[in-house]
């Protein structure tokens, strides 16, 4: 338990194997947010998204007895949501972004602002899907879910060196692509 | 692709302090950091919570229904899609959650080794494994098929070195492993797989 | 001197005679003598009769005819000829050993071109080099081209890899096929990795629980 008093990824986990299965929504509500938007940045749809994130959560909830560190759920979750974009990505490409890409903005008033962050978000989700699914997957775990360097290889099976070298590959194409729209 | 000034990736990735560069390359880290900001806004999306509680209510089909539908359903590409990946999955959730108690297994020598043979029979009554390893000869390697899903599997000590194998199921049929990587011509028409056994103590 | 000799020419016949013991009543009659005179020659040229042996009983339990098992044998005795020239050629003192023979005619048979096979022979002096060749033969059986995946294994001995971690080299190669790389790119990945390939996994111990031996034959 943390100091809000939530439950841990470990507590959850032992509740529902230990047959209470209705805990799993706490498991949804906690990560859903983040994976639903990996996905779709993965993807480059939304609704692929949805559907590529609760397939993975119902796979987890059946296979949670070989998440072998409850503690790194997290970790483990993504696993499964990454594989899943890559089979959905091997089977067809990426959907060209729409412009109709809202961000949440603090001030729902400022329709200017609003403007101008969805046409910059744009430009960057469409320099994203230029990168091979392997760079967009490095860069999004590291710069947009946070993840460390040893949270990404328990990821994506990969070794440290190689994702970091994929991360710098991503960067530099990302910011080639974004000086190309100057 | 145009490489960047390594110290923009040192401080991106926490190893260099941001103060330490100069206003050129604070710009452009500035620039992927505004740029990753964006993309980690939250999307106006539903949750899923009713959804994925909906589905893990349902009560999951028993295994003759999902055998069935799994030969009704038309699956090319999923099987032709690496399913040496699915399998694989599979066998590492077996092998992580089996831990049977009591038998510790045979004692391992050191030229020895362990080879894991796994095949998809749906239907089948017996898988054996035939091959250099036992002198051609069915039934001294017999597969097993424990939660009837169709999917056989032995797990046997072998010295080590590599072996040609194929499968004898239902004592009649000669199958070659799907799964191996490694095939080689039987001089008879027909192809072999190759295990190579490794020394389990490495 | 006499006893060795007397002894070695006893064990020719007693070479033939474990073959058709082994043969009786598993291969068809009618090709008992004709493997059995294919091995005798092999034994006398100092070439390994195991696998000629094992040929013949693969033929046996594929139920095959007696003359396509005579056929295989032969085939099998012409493999070994040109492993034990191989091996010669690349330096090997004859005679050869037979476990090396066999080695170099797994690999010819894997589809590894002469040439490329002298080449890891040259890499590697001594015995054992069965890892190599298998490396070097999963590879080109992931597409690789031969010379290419020849001058990898060769990059990793150079960088002091055990014979036994060779075979994690060729796996790390195909995984980053699998992983979407070109096998240009994959060689270059690995190769920059070297001499720090990822190990296979070794057998967990809910495999090592599992492990059985194979039943023992059956007496006839």
């Known amino acids: 338990m943390d100091v809000t008093g939530a439950p841990s990824d470990a507590e959850v986990v032992a509740r529902v194997l230990g047959g209470d299965s209705e805990a799993f929504a706490l498991v949804v509500r906690r990560y859903e947010a983040g994976l639903l938007r990996f996905a779709a940045r993965m993807l480059g749809s939304r609704d692929a998204a949805a559907d590529a994130v609760a397939e993975s959560f119902v796979r987890a909830y059946r296979h949670l007895a070989s998440c072998r560190e409850p503690a790194r759920l997290r970790t483990w979750l993504y696993r499964i949501v990454a594989n899943r974009c890559k089979s959905h990505l091997a089977r067809r490409p990426i959907a060209d972004v729409s412009l109709d890409e809202a961000p949440a903005v603090a001030d729902p008033t400022d329709t200017e602002l609003n403007l101008e962050r969805a046409e910059q978000l744009a430009l960057v989700q469409r320099a994203l899907v230029q990168l091979s699914p392997e760079k967009r997957e490095a860069f999004l775990l590291k710069h947009v879910e946070g993840l460390s360097y040893e949270e990404m290889a328990a990821v994506t099976g990969e070794r440290v060196p190689t994702l970091k070298m994929r991360v710098h590959r991503a960067r530099e194409a990302l910011l080639q692509v974004l000086e190309g729209y100057e | ?202 | 001197m006499k006893l060795w000799l007397g002894l070695a020419l006893l064990a020719g016949p007693l070479a033939a005679q474990s073959a058709q013991a082994r043969l009786e009543g598993r291969v068809p009659g009618a090709a008992i003598p004709a493997v059995d005179s294919l091995v005798q020659r092999a034994y006398a040229e100092g070439l390994p009769t195991e696998p000629l042996i094992q040929k013949a009983l693969e033929g046996g339990a594929k139920q095959v005819t007696a003359p396509r098992i005579v056929a295989a044998v032969q085939v099998s005795l012409g493999q070994l000829r040109d492993a034990r020239d191989l091996l010669v050629h690349g330096g090997d003192e004859p005679p050869v050993t037979p476990g090396e023979v066999t080695t170099v005619a797994w690999a010819l048979r894997r589809g590894l071109p002469g040439p490329v096979v002298q080449r890891v022979l040259v890499a590697l002096p001594r015995p054992p080099r069965a890892s190599a060749m298998h490396a070097v033969a999963d590879l080109v059986a992931h597409h690789f081209d031969p010379d290419s995946g020849a001058d990898l294994i060769i990059a990793a001995i150079g960088q002091g890899l055990v014979p036994e971690r060779l075979l994690d080299v060729s796996a790390a190669a195909a995984h980053e096929l699998q992983r979407g790389h070109t096998h240009a790119e994959a060689l270059a990945l690995v190769r920059q990795e070297l001499p720090n390939v990822p190990a296979s996994p070794k057998p967990t111990r809910g495999a090592v629980a599992r492990a059985r031996r194979p039943a023992a034959p059956t007496p006839p």
């Open chain 2, 1 to 202: 692709m145009n490489a960047i000034d390594p110290r923009i990736h040192q401080a991106l990735d926490g190893e260099l302090a941001p103060a330490a560069l100069s206003a050129e390359l604070s710009r452009v880290v500035e620039r992927l950091v505004t740029a990753a900001a964006l993309l980690a806004a939250p999307l106006p999306l539903a949750s899923l919570e009713s959804r994925v509680m909906a589905a893990i209510r349902r009560p999951v089909p028993s295994r003759a229904r999902r055998l069935l539908r799994w030969l009704a359903t038309p699956r090319a590409i999923t099987f032709r899609v690496r399913p040496v990946w699915s399998l694989a999955f599979a066998a590492v959730v077996a092998l992580l959650t089996l831990f049977p108690l009591g038998h510790e297994g045979p004692d391992i020598g050191e030229h020895e080794g362990i080879a894991q043979f796994v095949g998809r029979f749906p239907g089948a009554q017996s898988v054996h494994v035939v091959g250099s390893f036992n002198d051609w000869r069915s039934g001294s390697i017999a597969l097993e098929d424990v939660d009837q899903d169709g999917v056989w599997r032995a797990t046997v000590v072998l010295p080590t070195g590599a072996y040609e194998y194929m499968f004898v199921v239902d004592g009649e049929r000669w199958v070659p492993d799907h799964l191996a990587e490694r095939l080689v011509a039987d001089e008879f028409g027909r192809e072999n797989s190759i295990v190579i056994v490794r020394p389990a103590r490495r």
